[in-house]
């Protein structure tokens, strides 16, 4: 069976500094992978998507970039953090049409 | 702005009733339909998924779809205090691949014991 991993679970960062989150997925070759991220009480906002490695989609142009090295590796990244930035980000996965998501990292920028 | 709307709630239900959550969109060409259950502090869960107009059935969960309507809903039948949390509606936007899903912000169920 197919499982999703992200690290780390939860993460505390000052404002300018850098980030990089992780996702990995287990159990299935050429996942499309994706990354969203969910403010407060707010629906999910699509960042990037991703079919292939080396292959990036940009949804909402920001300070965050995403890689994607290995076929089942997918990275978020950021060279200095804003305070906006804060919120739950999920990495998902999907053959098809239905997506599922990881255990998500909750970022809280100060 | 393609757009998928749910009441944010909270809807509350006695245990043992029907709850029945609501989800409208915008995009008519839209071909693919879900429903997600969040509970609170964890990621998404993928519970439902419709592509067809009508009812589909998973045990206690019953999904409609009206696309003439642009209206999909979820039932939950003999409601349980496992079933609280926030359900997110889905939508996968027509001609990207199914790559591009729009999300509800999401109806709260509380289920009274």
């Known amino acids: 069976s197919q499982t999703i991993h992200q690290w780390p679970a939860t993460l505390v960062q000052p404002v300018g500094s850098p980030l990089s989150l992780e996702c990995t997925v287990e159990?299935?070759?050429?996942?499309?992978l994706y990354w969203y991220r969910q403010a407060a009480g707010r629906g999910l906002q699509l960042l990037f998507y991703s079919v292939g490695i080396g292959q990036i989609s940009s949804e909402v142009p920001q300070n965050l970039s995403a890689s994607r090295p290995q076929d089942r590796q997918f990275i978020l990244s950021s060279k200095k953090l804003l305070l906006s930035d804060s919120g739950f980000y999920l990495c998902a996965w999907s053959v098809g049409n239905e997506q599922y998501f990881g255990p998500g990292t909750r970022l809280t920028v100060t | 702005q393609k757009e998928v709307e749910q009441n944010s709630g909270p809807l509350s239900v006695p245990e043992g009733a029907i709850a029945s959550l609501n989800c409208t969109y915008s995009?008519?060409?839209?071909?693919?339909f879900f429903w997600y259950r969040q509970y609170s502090g964890k990621s998404p869960e993928l519970i439902m998924s419709?592509?067809?107009?009508g009812d589909k059935e998973d045990g206690r969960f019953t999904a409609q779809l009206n696309k003439a309507s642009q209206y999909v809903s979820l039932l939950i039948r003999d409601s349980q205090p496992s079933d609280s949390a926030t359900y997110l509606c889905?939508?996968?936007?027509?001609?990207?691949?199914?790559?591009?899903?729009?999300f509800g912000a999401g109806t709260r169920l509380f289920v009274k014991a």
């Open positions: 159990g299935t070759s050429n996942p499309n």
């Open positions: 419709i592509y067809s107009n």
């Open positions: 889905a939508v996968n936007l027509p001609n990207t691949g199914g790559f591009k899903t729009i």
């Open positions: 995009d008519r060409g839209s071909q693919s």
